[in-house]
């Protein structure tokens, strides 16, 4: 399913959000003085600009042809960014250690036997590892989330019946596979949530590039598009909105640190809710802000109603 998005490299690219700007300065704020970055899963580049425009050096492992040449598009002006086309398990590391290693919610895609590790032996000693996890959390249009599961039970026999969304506060902080690798000191979480408001062609063709959507028979994914719109038109006039929880895990690389690694300590947000940040509906490749492109978590179109898709 990974290699779905291919299809619609376009389309996502012109329709996915974009992150938090917080996220990239608390990011780039723990990663200490050097900036040379491996990008895990770089879809069409977005996730990039903010370390480029920041003056990292990057190289972005993407799976993808088609989303590894919209990249290059997007990032061209960059000459410090370079675009590989490799599945990231098979990828020889180069010899010159990185200081950080990113994946912006891509990382649930990669082997889980080899993810960990391999992001490990990339790093220098101190180097940071950081990964991002986009939600689909309870609020926004809330009535419209719950309806919309008559839409997906009907067109997508998987969906679990009376699926509903998470608030933020119940989605779990998961650091354990990077805890057990032994590879790892403790685990900082940040957190931030955030709304976008979608129109009806702009909201059903965002589901068109959730890797859920895509895997659905044609008849089946039409259907349901036509059911969702047909609610959307219908009901909560041409429009809705779409509450997000993003959440930056970060942890450093143990072994022998240079002089200038910097410490990680385990982190929370301690705020109910965590802070609630402006996001960019489309990233932005140029000025002193870039958001990037959050892909959304969650496995299969039923999740994608009532909690997210990738």
């Not at 061209?76 to 950080?100: I, K, N, Q, S, Y």
Request: charged share 20%; net charge positive.
């Amino acid at each position: 399913m990974r290699k779905g998005f291919t299809r619609v490299a376009e389309l996502y690219d012109r329709v996915r959000p974009g992150y938090p700007q917080a996220m990239f300065d608390d990011l780039l704020g723990s990663a200490g003085p050097g900036c040379r970055v491996l990008e895990i899963g770089c879809g069409t580049g977005q996730a990039t600009a903010p370390l480029a425009e920041s003056g990292c050096r990057v190289v972005a492992v993407e799976l993808g042809a088609e989303m590894a040449a919209v990249a290059r598009r997007n990032l061209a002006r960059f000459p410090g960014v370079e675009v590989v086309t490799a599945a990231f398990e098979e990828w020889p590391l180069p010899r010159e250690p990185f200081d950080v290693v990113v994946s912006a919610t891509a990382f649930h895609w990669i082997d889980p036997a080899v993810r960990v590790t391999k992001a490990a032996d990339a790093l220098r000693p101190g180097g940071l590892l950081a990964t991002v996890a986009t939600h689909h959390v309870a609020g926004g249009s809330a009535e419209f989330f719950a309806e919309v599961q008559d839409c997906y039970e009907r067109f997508d026999p998987a969906t679990p019946p009376g699926l509903r969304l998470t608030a933020a506060a119940g989605i779990p902080r998961d650091g354990e596979e990077v805890r057990r690798s032994g590879r790892f000191g403790p685990v900082a979480f940040h957190r931030y949530e955030w709304e976008l408001t979608y129109a009806t062609a702009e909201y059903l063709d965002l589901l068109r590039t959730y890797s859920g959507h895509l895997a659905l028979l044609a008849a089946a994914r039409d259907g349901l598009l036509a059911c969702v719109g047909g609610l959307i038109d219908g009901r909560y006039g041409g429009s809705v909105t779409k509450r997000y929880l993003t959440e930056l895990r970060l942890a450093q690389r143990t072994g022998r640190a240079s002089s200038a690694g910097t410490s990680i300590t385990s982190m929370t947000c301690s705020r109910s809710p965590c802070r609630t940040v402006p996001v960019d509906r489309k990233p932005r490749l140029s000025g002193n802000r870039t958001d990037g492109v959050a892909r959304v978590s969650g496995a299969g179109s039923s999740a994608i109603g009532a909690g997210g898709g990738s």
